[in-house]
DNA sequence: ACATTAAGTGATT
DNA sequence: AATCACTTAATGT
């Protein structure tokens, strides 16, 4: 598999090289789960098209989204616990049929005194996760699910392209760690907003959120 | 036509 | 914001 063209603007030439030599090309079916708690990731994805969800898990099996991992991105989670190969405290799923570029971790190590573009890629990823998180943390401490869902639709919206979105209000609520009816009402708020309209398993978004 | 599943709503905590 | 109980609407068989 070569690495897409655009990677040219992000990274060196020798580094390219050297991701398309030990770089193995995967494909991911839509719905797939990629990776789940406990196991211990062996390879870093870059992820070329498509989207992967990712999310935690509590004891229960209730489920927490965290963010989504969008083309030519990597895992930030992959960076923390598997480069000294703690299993993973996440679940991921593709989210749409994936195609990613798997780099085996040994040569982390490696790069990132070698390549200053892999670094400064790497650090990216782990900065951008961050603060995403901390913007979550924020809404979750203040309680504002409706910011929340505004964010989740954006982000699903951004995710596939795409200004209709398809889930259920009970998938949502899943995902927000919240009750359908809590979901429901806020959406139907939303829609009175005239910010979305609502079918059944879909949602359209009206110009910009 | 009937059963199943998604979505809407009022009342209560 | 969550839960309950119930209604209405859409969809599958």
């Not at 580094?15 to 990731?41: C, D, F, M, Y």
């Not at 927000?176 to 829609?191: C, H």
């Amino acid at each position: 598999m070569i690495l897409p063209e655009h990677f040219s603007a992000v990274f060196e030439p020798d580094l390219i090289r050297e991701i398309n030599k030990k770089g193995r090309h995967v494909s991911v079916n839509a719905g797939e789960t990629i990776i789940s708690p406990g196991q211990t990731i062996r390879t870093m994805p870059i992820i070329l098209s498509g989207s992967v969800k990712v999310s935690r898990i509590d004891e229960e099996g209730k489920e927490l989204l965290l963010y989504y991992v969008n083309p030519e991105e990597s895992c930030a989670m992959t960076f923390t616990c598997c480069m000294q190969h703690y299993p993973s405290e996440i679940k991921a799923v593709a989210e749409d049929d994936v195609e990613m570029l798997a780099v085996p971790i040994s040569v982390m190590d490696e790069w990132l005194v070698k390549y200053p573009t892999w670094k400064s890629f790497v650090m990216k990823t782990i900065r951008n996760r961050f603060n995403e998180l901390l913007k979550t943390i924020d809404q979750i401490a203040f309680q504002k699910l409706d910011e929340r869902l505004i964010h989740y639709l954006k982000e699903k919206s951004k995710a596939s392209g795409s200004k209709l979105i398809n889930a259920s209000h009970e998938q949502i609520a899943g995902e927000l760690a919240t009750s359908r009816v809590v979901i429901s009402r806020l959406l139907k708020k939303l829609e009175n907003e005239k910010k979305l309209l609502l079918y059944r398993n879909q949602i359209r978004i009206l110009g910009e959120l």
